[in-house]
Structure formats: structure tokens, C-alpha cells
């Protein structure tokens, strides 16, 4: 099953993503964890450490000064450029931004080609996309994407047209509501998109700590409201059969 | 050609061989203020949510409302600068038509159109005078249909730093979330770098890549701290992103509240502490302390 997660800067793709990736882990899914924003933040919200996502990050960009050896196969490139995160998430820091190189599997490679390469053998994958609506274009088939948005004219907006840009492409849009602190900001999220099904997480002052601290909410509480209802949505992406 | 001749309907004109002698107020006539002081040239970058927009926004109000000439440039595809002023027009004309092929995969400024033209006729207005530049608004419309507008965007800009009729004027950039922008330099009228960053990791990391990336460029380089909630947090975020903080921006619940409605910072809560705090940036920016403050 591939999971593509989109939306606005800082609606919260990332916490949604790694949070998701937990629990579907701790579930006793096979999960890889791709990190497809060229800001690659993943491994934060997945609980491998602020030192560790920027490692992995200049990992990645040390293929420019000629430190890291390029990689000729996909599997080869989740070996090199990922790290073991807790639960047995597998992450992988998947693009690079500097001299993008299409002739190169390791540099070339876009969302699409991977998603598609890495499925099989019972594996999910979740995958963090960059920012925006060009990113949903380019992430070809995935099985669903949560469009993650947050009660603000912009998020909403935002969040509109990668629906819109998902339905063209046929995919399942799942809604992820995010920060929802009561029915005012979930109304002002329906009118816009109230046709999509739709996940509430509601404010959780443990995912805010997290963000601070630089962990994974589910390593603070798996029980706070927000972690606990990306918890639900877990559940419900993979008590879907996988489509084909 | 006289400068301010322009308007949307420069083909017509063109054929009947005469054009309008009225210059559209507001966009660019002789304007020289204030003589002798170079203006501000801004780029402002960050992780997404941290306040990019409102903080380029706010500025460039308030700096309009001191009676300068502001251009303010949108570097996202999915554009929401023109929201964050307040500007009315939701369908600025499409900058598509300011380039044409020159041959297969590239692009060049049509005959005619150079960056002050293109400010002219693809710039539209927001409140207290402020123009607006947009790659435009082409979420909607696919891939392909992108590029025209982008390719036009990157060259009017790297015409801005030698455009003479724009000499002095105030620019402010806002770049889309993301390292693409910054790593290809796109802000090439920018002198001065505000990398805005909230006190959370993944955000204050974000910065860092971001000045990293950016360091290669002559410009100054400060960050801002935004949503601060305590006294530790804008030492938390110069230690993590590595620049002297030329700015602390309070949390302030005002600017969740006019993201919430889509209304300019400014409009709705004019002295709220954000207001305040990016009026004492730009201060420090006008005056130069915050380059002496960096110095130091």
C-alpha cells in the first residue's frame, strides 16, 4: 500500500506522516518511511533525532562533494540513504535538491518511480511530500493521499487544489483536519472540503512539545487527543483492502 | 518607448500609432525617495508555517505606509503573498504573457517587455500602494502550463537589480517553502537574507540548511525569530540556525485569528505585538542598527 501525504507548508505533512508510519509499524506493518520534501524533516516526527535528520540530510548532499558513492538501484538507495527508526520504521531521505542529476537512479529519482519500485512484499509505504500541489502531480499513483490542512484560508485553499489535483489523478483523498481546536475551525475546513472524507485531529499540546523537543508525539503519549486520532486514521487506512 | 506607457492594451495602441500619455498612478513614474538612501532589498525564506508571508507582507505595508515604493514578489506557484497584504485581485493577469519560446525548452521576455514593463503590466496593486508580482496562480491547471510563468518570473526578476525606473524602489521577496528557490538564486535584487524560523526543531533546522545554502551569496543574512513564546526561544533559534536574530515576533493569537479569516495582519489587528515587533525590524533595517547589532 502507498500512502502519499500532501498539503500547505507547515500544515503538519510530517507529524502526520511519521505519527502514521509509527503506528502502522507498531501494528506489525512493514513500513517505509520516504521523505520526498527536499526539506527533509521526517526523521524528527519519526523520533530518530534533530542530529540524526540532519545527518542523514548531509548524507545526501555529501553525493555533491564526491564523500558518498552514488547508488545504481533503489533498494541500493534505501540502504545508503535511510536509517532504522524506532518501531522498525525504515526511513529514507528519498530526494536531493543540489544538481539534480536524471541520468542518476540516487539523484534523478522522483516520488513516482519510487513508489512505485518500493511496494511489494507486503510493505507500506508513507511518503512525506514537499509542500504544495506540484508535488501530488508528480507522485503518480498512490493508493491514497491525505491532504493534510489546518483552518486557515490559506491551508484550505491549498489543500483544495491538491484534491482537486488527486482527483484528476483517480487516487482516494482522505482529509486530515489538522489542529482542529473546536466546531468553528472544522466548519470552516467542511465548507471548503466537506465533499472528501474527512480525519479531525484535534490541538494537542503534546504534538506543540514535541515540535519543540525534537521527538515523536507517540514517544511522549500515545494517548494525547491529536496522537491518538492519527492513531484511528491508521487503523482505517490499512482495514481497507490495498487496490491493485 | 517613455516608461509608464504601457497599460494592458499596448498591442492596440501600437497599431494605430499612438498610446495614452497618462502614466497609471501608483505604478512607475520619476519616483526618487528618499534621495540618497539605497532601499531595502529583502528576500525572505523559512520552513513552511512560520510566518514568511506575514512577515514580507507586514513589512511591506508598513513601508509603503511611510511613502515608499514597494514591489513585493511572490516566488510560489501556489502564490498567497497577495492574501497576506490584503491585495483584492485574486486573478492578476498571467505573467505567461510576457515570454515566448525561443526554441525548444527555453524562453525569453517577449520584444518589447523588459523587468519594468513587465512590473507595468503584470504587477497588481494591494493596499497603501504596494505592488504585487506573481508567478501567478496555476495550481489548478497542471504541470506544463507552469513553465511560461516561471521561466518569465526568473527573468523579470534578474532584470530587477539593473532596472533604473525600479532603482528606488523597495523590494521584498517571498520564496515557497523548501530549498529550491534559495539553492538557485532566486533573488537576485536582494541584498539583505531573513531566514524566518519558529522555535521548534524541525523549523529552526530548516533555517539552517537555508542560511548554509545561501551563504554563498553577498547578502546579509539574519534570521527571525517567530512565534516566540518565552525568553529562552530567539537564543534557541540563532544557536540552531546559526545567524544573529535581527527580529523577535511574538506568538500572538491576532495573526492565527487573520490567517483564520484571510485578512492582512495589518487590517485586523494594526498595533497587535507581531505589528509591532516587525515595525521595529523594519526599523532596524531602515536605520541600519540591525546590521551593526549583527556585527557586533
Known sequence: ?244 | MPIGAGGPYPRFWATVGRRPARRRPGVIDDYEWPPGERPLRIVVVGKGGAGKSVVAATMARILARRGRRVLALDTDTVPGLALSLGAASAYPPPLAGAVEQADAGSWRLKEGIGPVRAVQRFSTPAPDGVRVLEIGDHSASGVGSVTPSVQAFYQVIHGLPEAKALRAWTMIGDHPAGPRQTAHDWAPYADTLLVIAEPTWKSALTGRRLAELASAREAAAFAVATKVTSSGDAKRVAEIVGLPVAATIPADEAVLESDRLGIALVDHAPSCAAVRAIEQLVDGLVDGTVRSVADR
Open chain 1, 1 to 244: 500500500m502507498k500512502i502519499a501525504v500532501a498539503g500547505k507548508g507547515g500544515a503538519g505533512k510530517t507529524t502526520v506522516s511519521g505519527t502514521v508510519a509509527r503506528h502502522l509499524s507498531r501494528a506489525g506493518h512493514s513500513v517505509l518511511a520516504l521523505d520526498a520534501d527536499t526539506n527533509p524533516m521526517l526523521g524528527i516526527s519519526l523520533g530518530v533525532g534533530p542530529e540524526e535528520t540532519y545527518r542523514l540530510l548531509a548524507v545526501r548532499q555529501g553525493l555533491d562533494d564526491g564523500t558518498i558513492e552514488h547508488q545504481q538501484s533503489v533498494e541500493a538507495l534505501v540502504e545508503a540513504f535511510g536509517v532504522d527508526a524506532p518501531d522498525g520504521v525504515r526511513l529514507v531521505v528519498a530526494l536531493r535538491e543540489a544538481r539534480a542529476d536524471p541520468g542518476c537512479i540516487c539523484c534523478g529519482v522522483t516520488p513516482q518511480q519510487l513508489l512505485g519500485e518500493l511496494e511489494g512484499e507486503g510493505r507500506t509505504v508513507v511518503c512525506d511530500m514537499e509542500a504544495g500541489v506540484g508535488a501530488i502531480v508528480r507522485a503518480g499513483k498512490a493508493d491514497v493521499v491525505l491532504v493534510v490542512v489546518e483552518p486557515s484560508v490559506k491551508s484550505i485553499n491549498v489543500g483544495a487544489r491538491v484534491v482537486a489535483a488527486a482527483a484528476e489523478a483517480q487516487t482516494e483523498v482522505i482529509v486530515v483536519a489538522n489542529r482542529v481546536r473546536g466546531e468553528a475551525d472544522l466548519e470552516a475546513i467542511r465548507a471548503e472540503l466537506g465533499d472528501c472524507e474527512t480525519a479531525v485531529v484535534p490541538e494537542d499540546p503534546v504534538i506543540a512539545r514535541a515540535d519543540v523537543e525534537g521527538c515523536a508525539p507517540i514517544d511522549i503519549d500515545s494517548g494525547a487527543p491529536g496522537v491518538s486520532a492519527l492513531s484511528v486514521l491508521a487503523e482505517r487506512l490499512v482495514a481497507q483492502p490495498a487496490q491493485a
